[in-house]
């Protein structure tokens, strides 16, 4: 399934790096969703983009940044990230944020070490 | 915030029904529920959602009672490429929506 992409799949990065992973969906969806999944815990939301706007954002330390430039790509850019920034990172687009019903679709993910 | 709650992991023999209960005790009059299976390292994948009573696909069940809850999932027939992490999540608008909890960690047994 290719609806939603993630690039890159794995990153390794220093403390002191910069970086951005990108996400692109291809379902026609308003809006795009960061989680942040660490070993063994549940999915934490990070970010909401709905037609390009952040609706949410979930007391994230600075040193992520997202970015949407347009309702199919999303971008997380990281600066000075922190070894337990280490993570699966997880990309959702989906159709509208504002009906119970709605559904989100995940991209794979982009496996993060932050040495 | 409409929290949920799943027991924690569970075994199951291949060839089972597999059944999968989520409490969502505060739930709201709009919000639908939505279940996700997840595999190592990968994204979570939709495989279903009601509103209330039955809702049946080519994937799985997903029972609701009247009060609704909570709600059960069922997997028929489980094989071993079902072994994942099983999230149930109640969609609530408004501070800390979209919460996964912890979900359920389903291992089929040959």
């Known amino acids: 399934e290719t609806g939603v992409t993630q690039t890159p799949r794995h990153l390794v990065m220093g403390m002191t790096n910069k970086k951005s992973l990108k996400c692109e969906q291809h379902?026609?969806?308003?809006?795009m969703y960061w989680y942040k999944q660490s070993a063994k815990k549940p999915l934490e939301l990070m970010f909401v983009y709905s037609l390009e706007e952040r609706v949410e954002n979930n007391s994230v330390p600075s040193r992520f940044s997202p970015e949407c430039p347009n309702s199919s790509h999303l971008f997380l850019h990281l600066h000075t990230l922190q070894p337990e920034d280490s993570a699966l990172y997880l990309c959702?687009?989906?159709?509208?944020?504002?009906?119970?019903?709605?559904?989100?679709?995940f991209g794979p993910g982009t496996r993060l070490t932050v040495l | 915030l409409a929290k949920t709650t799943q027991p924690i992991s569970m075994d199951s023999y291949e060839g089972q029904e597999v059944n999968i209960t989520c409490s969502h005790n505060?739930?709201?009059?709009?919000?639908?529920i939505t279940w996700y299976q997840q595999f190592p390292s990968q994204g979570p994948r939709f495989i279903i959602q009601g509103y209330k009573t039955k809702v049946t696909n080519e994937v799985a069940s997903l029972f609701i009672p009247a009060d609704r809850k909570s709600s059960t999932l069922s997997l028929p027939r489980v094989s071993l490429s079902d072994t994942a992490v099983y999230y149930c999540?109640?969609?609530?608008?408004?501070?800390?929506?979209?919460?996964f909890g912890k979900g359920n960690q389903v291992v089929v047994i040959p």
């Open positions: 505060n739930i709201a009059t709009n919000d639908y």
């Open positions: 379902l026609g969806h308003n809006a």
């Open positions: 999540l109640v969609l609530t608008y408004g501070n800390n929506r979209l919460a």
């Open positions: 959702a687009s989906s159709q509208d944020p504002g009906q119970g019903a709605d559904t989100q679709y």
